[in-house]
Nanobody, 123 residues
Framework: QLQLVESGGGLVQPGGSLRLSCAVE????????IAWFRQAPGKEREGVSC???????NFPDSVKGRFTISRDNAKNMVYLQMNSLKSEDTAVYYC?????????????????WGQGTQVTVSS
């Protein structure tokens, strides 16, 4: 059973930045693709970004050029650096793990999930 715990969310003004962290237990990061998803109120959970090995990919055009995913295998951590935040980025952000080296934007492909961290962009 894999454990993933997100942190780093909070309130930020439009144009600001946040770095989200995902601490993982029970897995070796090199064996998994780790993705960030988000879910805004009233909307379906959508894939945001994913890292496979050392290669990161952003899924929606809306975050390309603004979000960067990275990992630190020694610390069992995955990060999502979010810059130039917009109000539409407001959501609960989740990290998720998928066995194997393959990044896909579909949430059903991921086996393990964290509990989420709230990101609110306002004012």
């Amino acid at each position: 059973q894999l454990q993933l715990v997100e942190s780093g969310g909070g309130l930020v003004q439009p144009g600001g930045s946040l770095r989200l962290s995902c601490a993982v237990e029970g897995l070796i990061l090199d064996h998994y693709s780790i993705a960030w998803f988000r879910q805004a109120p009233g909307k379906e959970r959508e894939g945001v970004s994913c890292i496979m090995g050392s290669v990161g990919t952003n899924f929606p055009d809306s975050v390309k050029g603004r979000f960067t995913i990275s990992r630190d295998n020694a610390k069992n951590m995955v990060y999502l650096q979010m810059n130039s935040l917009k109000s539409e980025d407001t959501a609960v952000y989740y990290c998720a793990a998928r066995y194997g080296l393959g990044c896909v934007p579909r949430r059903k492909e991921y086996d393990s999930w964290g509990q989420g961290t709230q990101v609110t962009v306002s004012s």
